[in-house]
């Protein structure tokens, strides 16, 4: 079984950057496909990124696309979240999450497909 301990979010303004990290501990991390969500406060969670065990695929959500980037070291058993021009409606809980899995080149992306769960990091984008 996997722990999953983010760091990163906090308050930054509109149009800035921000990162998260999630560090993973237990079981071999390649063989996690790693994933990204958010939940904004009265809305359901929402896929963000996702990033293959091998690192060499990726997937973004539509509200995020093109403003992120979504990658993993497996030698230091972490992935990472690179957000760009953030506005405000990125405000939300972010939380990392990891899926066993034995195909080291598929993405996840549904919520529901994922094993274990961070506990979340809050993003607040000032206006």
């Known amino acids: 079984q996997v722990q999953l301990v983010q760091s990163g979010g906090g308050l930054v303004q509109t149009g800035g950057s921000r990162g998260f990290v999630c560090e993973a501990s237990?079981?071999?991390?390649?063989?996690?496909?790693m994933g990204w969500f958010r939940q904004a406060p009265g809305k359901e969670r929402e896929f963000v990124a996702g990033i293959s065990g091998n690192g060499a695929n990726t997937d973004y959500g539509d509200a995020v696309r093109g403003r992120c980037t979504i990658s993993r070291d497996n030698a230091k058993n972490a992935v990472y979240l690179q957000m760009y021009v953030l506005q405000p409606e990125a405000t939300a809980v972010y939380f990392c999450?990891?899926?066993?899995?034995?195909?080291?080149?598929?993405?996840?992306?549904?919520?529901?497909?994922?094993?274990?769960w961070g506990r979340g990091t809050q993003l607040s984008v000032s206006s």
């Open positions: 237990g079981g071999t991390f390649s063989r996690y496909a």
């Open positions: 999450a990891a899926r066993t899995e034995s195909r080291q080149c598929v993405v996840i992306t549904e919520e529901r497909s994922f094993h274990f």
